[in-house]
């Protein structure tokens, strides 16, 4: 799978937009991108997925290039409860028994 | 219901000790996990257990003892542990097994393990 490259860390305040962006390169054909957002002593949580082009829910929207070597997650209107580290991963789309695998994250701190 | 449930929250043991940790789903998951997760990094996989069976096992100690007892449980058995065992051990579950599209796995909160 693809190894994935993230900030450690940014810094935003109440109701800015804030664009985290992942590094893929390696990304192949069949694989997909998610993000998992997690607070201190809780598990993660997903917040979107998505395979090429854009993808927009409740909570977020994720863009993705042409060439699919990036993608990013868009947060509109930040609140202070979206302090949180945010994980970018690569999955296979038709996995079996392969798994997820976390890498290091983005911390994002929300002020006021 | 969309919630995994951990227990305990937290457990405190020696290193002679033996406990368990605890995990259940009610969303009809047949895939379920553990991670261990230390301060300020990313989870790591410990297990997977796919229709409750054991399918893979990330080459953890065997003082990690994972067993499914039924789709919905999941446990933790614990024996001689090490201090730097200490973690947050998280359970998850996911519809089918493996991390294919549309098959985000839901986490349960954890449970905070200190080994003395």
């Known amino acids: 799978l693809a190894k994935t490259t993230q900030p450690i860390s940014m810094d935003s305040y109440e109701g800015q937009e804030v664009n985290i962006t992942c590094s893929h390169n390696n990304i192949a054909t069949n694989d997909y991108i998610t993000w998992y957002q997690q607070f201190p002593s809780q598990g993660p949580r997903f917040i979107i997925q998505g395979y090429k082009t854009k993808v927009t829910n409740e909570v977020a929207s994720l863009f993705i290039p042409a060439d699919r070597k990036s993608s990013t997650l868009s947060l509109p209107r930040v609140s202070l409860s979206d302090t949180a580290v945010y994980y970018c991963?690569?999955?296979?789309?038709?996995?079996?028994?392969?798994?997820?695998?976390f890498g290091k994250g983005t911390m994002l701190l929300v002020s006021p | 219901d969309t919630e995994v449930t951990q227990t305990p929250k937290h457990l405190v043991m020696g290193m002679t000790n033996k406990k368990s940790l605890k995990c259940e789903q009610h969303m009809g998951h047949r895939a379920m996990y553990w991670y261990k997760q230390k301060a300020k990094k990313p989870p790591e996989l410990m297990f997977v257990y796919s229709y409750e069976k054991l399918s893979i096992n990330e080459s953890v100690p065997s003082r990690f003892s994972p067993e499914c007892p039924n789709s919905s449980l999941l446990n933790l058995h614990l024996h001689a542990l090490q201090p730097e065992d200490s973690a947050l051990y998280l359970c998850?579950?996911?519809?089918?097994?493996?991390?294919?599209?549309?098959?985000?796995?839901?986490f349960g909160p954890g449970t905070r393990l200190t080994v003395l």
């Open positions: 998850a579950s996911s519809q089918a097994p493996g991390g294919g599209f549309n098959n985000e796995q839901f």
């Open positions: 991963l690569v999955g296979e789309l038709n996995s079996g028994y392969s798994t997820l695998t």
